[in-house]
């Protein structure tokens, strides 16, 4: 699972290490394409990772994103913005695609070389608060069924 801090008023820069090479079906990389999907609201995000590193590829390969609640969202640069309303903390389907220029947004007939998982957390504490339950129901027991 790829985690992705998220923080108001930051920027992150998250590095994702991945044995990805044997996947690609061409020998030239560019920038892998990226899609998330929150899975709370079913709202995607397709965006070109910030940089690809590929000194190690046959063990690795290193890209990097960034989330940011400050800058403007910039999709071919990779810079996201993150832990809104429609995009909230929770984790997320990751879809990574072998992409065919280093600033295509298409994912349409692109290669998938990843899918997975990825939670976004928030690095301050707590990024959820509970309140107890003190109201004392009469009508516990009940069970309405609603068509």
Request: net charge negative; hydrophobic share 35%; aromatic share 14%.
């Amino acid at each position: 699972m790829i985690q992705a801090a998220y923080q108001t008023g930051s920027v992150f820069f998250h590095k994702i290490y991945l044995n990805l090479y044997d996947e690609f079906d061409s020998t030239t990389l560019f920038k892998p394409l990226v899609t998330v999907t929150s899975q709370l609201t079913g709202k995607s995000k397709t965006f070109v990772v910030f940089s690809l590193f590929s000194t190690n590829k046959e063990r690795w390969l290193e890209c990097m994103f960034a989330t940011t609640t400050t800058l403007s969202e910039n999709l071919t640069s990779g810079l996201v913005i993150l832990g809104t309303t429609d995009f909230p903390l929770g984790f997320y389907d990751m879809t990574i695609y072998e992409n065919s220029s280093n600033t295509n947004l298409d994912p349409s007939g692109l290669n998938v070389v990843y899918t997975g998982l990825m939670n976004l957390y928030s690095t301050t504490s707590p990024s959820v608060t509970y309140s107890e339950y003190t109201t004392n129901d009469s009508d516990t027991e009940s069970v309405y069924i609603t068509i």
